[in-house]
């Protein structure tokens, strides 16, 4: 899955590197609103590890946008600049949170076919797993 840049066109992602090893997709963009990506031999290099440490800033920061948002949206009195606030400060979380995915799942190692095969075949899980119903639930 790619994103868009900021001129509004998709993005087609770098290939792999020198290293034989896929870049890295970082939390930020450049200047122009353009992916950036790290080319690495390991992901224990300073810049990946500040990478992580905004991935793990952002995410918190949307947990926290997440919170004041409901805080906000149950109030049927809550002012509509401050929802409306809300929602675009979501909107900006929503965006860190999806980067984060994507580059998180571009660096999860490729299975081989075999394990790829079997795990084709294996039933998918329920999409919402039942959940027992207590006394207190049953009608």
Same mark, same amino acid.
């Given at each position: 899955?790619?994103?868009?840049? #900021? ?7 770098? #290939? ?43 995410? %918190? ?16 009195? %809550? ?61």
């Amino acid at each position: 899955m790619r994103g868009t840049g #900021a001129d509004g066109q998709k993005e087609t992602g770098p #290939a792999t590197g020198p290293t034989g090893r896929m870049p890295r997709l970082l939390p930020w963009t450049s200047e122009a609103g353009n992916a950036c990506y790290l080319s690495t031999d390991s992901g224990s290099s300073m810049l990946s590890g500040l990478a992580d440490e905004m991935e793990e800033v952002q995410l %918190s920061m949307g947990e926290d946008v997440l919170g004041e948002a409901r805080r906000l949206l149950s109030d049927p009195l %809550s002012p509509h600049a401050e929802v409306r606030y809300a929602g675009i400060r979501l909107a900006e979380c929503l965006v860190d949170a999806l980067r984060v995915a994507e580059s998180r799942g571009m660096r999860l190692p490729v299975p081989d076919s075999e394990e790829h095969a079997a795990a084709e075949e294996r039933p998918a899980p329920p999409a919402h797993p039942a959940r027992p119903v207590t006394p207190a639930q049953s009608p």
